[in-house]
């Protein structure tokens, strides 16, 4: 495992089928807090100015469109469709996007994770990426799918971590330039640590006589 930081010059968020049709049978962990942790994900790539591959299925199939959250925060970001292949590396226009991008550090997340992010994972380790398997912005059909899948991912050479542990990581320093990026995202999407932060400023202002 690379010790060197993760940083957005340097990595590539990945977003493999996060599909309404999928969101109807994952049980792995709650559905809002899943689409919450998806969207903070693509707001961290969209804010930090990261690389960014986004992939589905074709709009015929059953799984459908990507989740309306998502859509939303990506705005006009291509999503690139592919036909059958779990792996998405199969796919001749996902592998050249990802390659488009320059960097050879990816965080992939995805659905579901004993599927299509388990091969893609694999075919990105077979490419020669240093791979980051973010676990709570994947899902399963159910717990024990999601974690088998994870441990042979891990086994196999990608390092798991977290969404909002990745905005931190690119964060660096809450005094940095980017630091309101990670304000915002916390705000929005980690509200128990916001409200945290608020009650430890409200503690800081006098009292109202």
């Not at 330039?177 to 128990?192: G, S």
Request: charged share 20%; proline share 6%; net charge neutral.
């Amino acid at each position: 495992m690379s010790l060197e930081p993760l940083t957005p010059q340097n990595t590539t968020v990945v977003l493999v089928d996060h599909a309404v049709g999928f969101a109807n049978v994952l049980r792995s962990h709650d559905t809002a807090a899943h689409i919450n942790n998806v969207v903070g994900l693509a707001k961290t790539a969209k804010l930090f100015d990261t690389g960014l591959v986004v992939t589905n299925g074709l709009p015929i199939k059953p799984s459908g469109p990507l989740y309306p959250q998502l859509r939303e925060v990506l705005g006009d970001h291509p999503v690139i469709e592919r036909g059958g292949n779990f792996n998405a590396f199969l796919d001749e226009g996902f592998a050249d996007a990802v390659r488009a991008t320059g960097r050879r550090r990816l965080a992939i997340a995805g659905v579901s994770t004993e599927g299509c992010v388990l091969q893609t994972v694999l075919g990105a380790l077979r490419e020669g990426y240093d791979v980051h398997l973010v676990v709570d912005a994947s899902a399963s059909l159910t717990a024990e799918t999601h974690e088998t899948a994870v441990r042979r991912m891990v086994q196999a050479g990608a390092v798991p971590t977290t969404w909002f542990s990745l905005a931190g990581e690119f964060t660096v320093d809450h005094r940095s330039p980017t630091a309101p990026h990670f304000q915002r995202l916390m705000r929005e999407h980690v509200p128990t640590m916001a409200m945290g932060v608020r009650s430890w400023l409200s503690a800081r202002e006098p009292a109202a006589i």
